[in-house]
Structure formats: structure tokens, C-alpha cells
């Protein structure tokens, strides 16, 4: 366990070793992990402190009283899991919980996991070794959307002049290439969550990198999408067609004859 959380920045092990020492002296728990990236063995200094607490019930530790030990500032409930929290501590630690019994440990996601203490000799899922593939479906969905925002650009951005919009307008467009080049690499090593960098290759990074973040005015805004969108076009379809799927040509002349009448191709 020591081993696993060293790479967290200072603060987690304490921490942990508070919660540990009360959850240990409540028999409704009957296990404490460490899942997330520090369970998966690839956290950084960056990385949270994701715990899967097994209880007897959930509903009757819901309310647990031993997360005050976290002193958070920000407790925010995790969507649809009962008694399961993001917290943010007052010395800016980030702690996720998460809460199962027993007899939900079969279909559990968290299959990587790092034991503190267990005392049921419970049986954790072994994880899969198949790596799925590009979601070239979600992919599709990806570039129609970004086609479909190539459309709003020049009538809500451009003929407003609303270079504010046009940043913004930016940085989706980015972000939308960002997603394609990442959901191509799948099958991919396993990295945390926000180990964004790690998804793509050196040649992805550049691209991303080299590409010019616009000043809300409007040559600049326009050069960024022109550049950004010119990317999409090429790089992200070789994503999309690479992984099989397949560029919706006809939209994509329609957008671009569209933009050319707008004096912006």
C-alpha cells in the first residue's frame, strides 16, 4: 500500500491512515480499497486517492460521520451511487469514495485495486485482458457534430463579430480533435484519467501543440479555425478512417462550400 501511493503528492498518506484507522474500528466495514490510477499501479504526483469502502449496507453508512477525518471543503455526491462522495480537502487533496457490500464486489468495475485492509478474505473480479478497440461509432458522432458546428461559425461568430464566442469556438474545435486522435489509439496503456498527454503519440502531441490559440480579435480567431479546422479535416479523418470508419464526405463538401461563400475557406 505504501508502495502504490508514494508517487501522490504529500498529504494522501496521512490521510489515508486516519480514514483507515476509524473504518478499521467500525465492523460494517468489512473491506477498504485503493482503485483508481494508484489501484491500476500508474499514479503520478498528479493524481487523486480514489476509495472503494465495503460495508454491510450502504444505506446505513451513507451518512458515515468518519469522512469528517477528510476535512473536506467540497463534498459534491457522485451521481446515482448512494452515499458516495468527490471530496476536495481543506489542504486542496482530492478524495473520491465509493461505497459497495459484498455481494456487489462479482459485478464490480473496479477490478484493479490495491487491498488496506480486508477482513473477509473477499474475492476482487479479475480484470479482462482485452483492450477494446476505437469506439468508431462515438468517433462518427464526433465529426458530425464538428461539422455541424462548422455551420454556426461564420453567422454566430463571424457575422456578430463575436471574437469572445470565437475563442471558445476555438478550443472545442480542439478539443473535438484532441478526442478523435486519443479514441484511435485504443487499444492504449493504461493511464489515469486526466493523463491527457499519455493517450496520444509524440507526432499527435506536436500537432496539438503546434497550433495557434487565437487573441479574442478577429484575425486571430479566424487563422486559429481556419488552422484548427484544417487539421480536423485531414488528421482527424485519418483517425476516423484509420479506425475503420468513414468520413461523411457529402457533409463535409457541403460545409465547405459553405464557408467559402462566407469568404472564410
Not at 68 to 95: K, M, N, S, Y
Not at 148 to 159: C, E, L, Y
Amino acid at each position: 500500500m505504501a508502495e502504490a501511493i508514494a508517487p501522490l503528492e504529500d498529504g494522501y498518506a496521512a490521510l489515508l491512515a486516519r480514514v483507515a484507522a476509524a473504518l478499521e474500528g467500525d465492523h460494517r466495514v468489512r473491506a477498504l480499497w485503493i482503485a483508481g490510477s494508484v489501484g491500476r499501479g500508474v499514479a503520478d504526483a498528479g493524481s487523486d486517492l480514489d476509495l472503494v469502502v465495503t460495508v454491510v449496507e450502504v444505506e446505513a453508512f451513507a451518512e458515515a460521520a468518519v469522512w469528517a477525518l477528510v476535512d473536506p471543503v467540497i463534498t459534491i455526491p457522485i451521481p446515482g451511487l448512494a452515499g458516495c462522495f468527490a471530496f476536495t480537502t481543506r489542504a486542496g487533496l482530492r478524495v473520491d469514495v465509493v461505497l459497495e457490500t459484498p455481494a456487489d464486489l462479482a459485478g464490480s468495475a473496479y477490478t484493479r485495486r490495491v487491498c488496506v485492509f480486508d477482513r473477509d478474505g473477499l474475492v476482487v473480479p479479475v480484470p479482462s485482458v482485452e483492450q477494446p478497440g476505437p469506439d468508431i461509432t462515438w468517433m462518427h458522432a464526433v465529426v458530425v457534430e464538428f461539422l455541424r458546428q462548422s455551420a454556426i461559425f461564420p453567422a454566430a461568430v463571424v457575422a456578430r463579430e463575436d471574437w469572445l464566442l470565437g475563442q471558445v469556438a476555438v478550443h472545442q474545435y480542439r478539443q473535438m480533435l484532441y478526442d478523435l486522435l486519443a479514441e484511435s489509439n485504443r487499444p492504449r496503456p493504461e493511464t489515469g484519467v486526466k493523463q491527457w498527454s499519455s493517450r496520444l503519440t509524440d507526432a499527435q502531441r506536436s500537432l496539438l501543440a503546434g497550433l495557434p490559440v487565437p487573441e479574442a480579435e478577429r484575425d486571430s480567431v479566424v487563422r486559429a479555425m481556419r488552422a484548427t479546422r484544417g487539421a480536423l479535416r485531414t488528421h482527424g479523418r485519418s483517425a476516423l478512417e484509420d479506425a475503420g470508419g468513414v468520413w461523411p464526405v457529402e457533409v463535409d463538401d457541403a460545409m465547405t462550400a459553405y464557408w467559402t461563400r462566407h469568404g472564410l475557406s
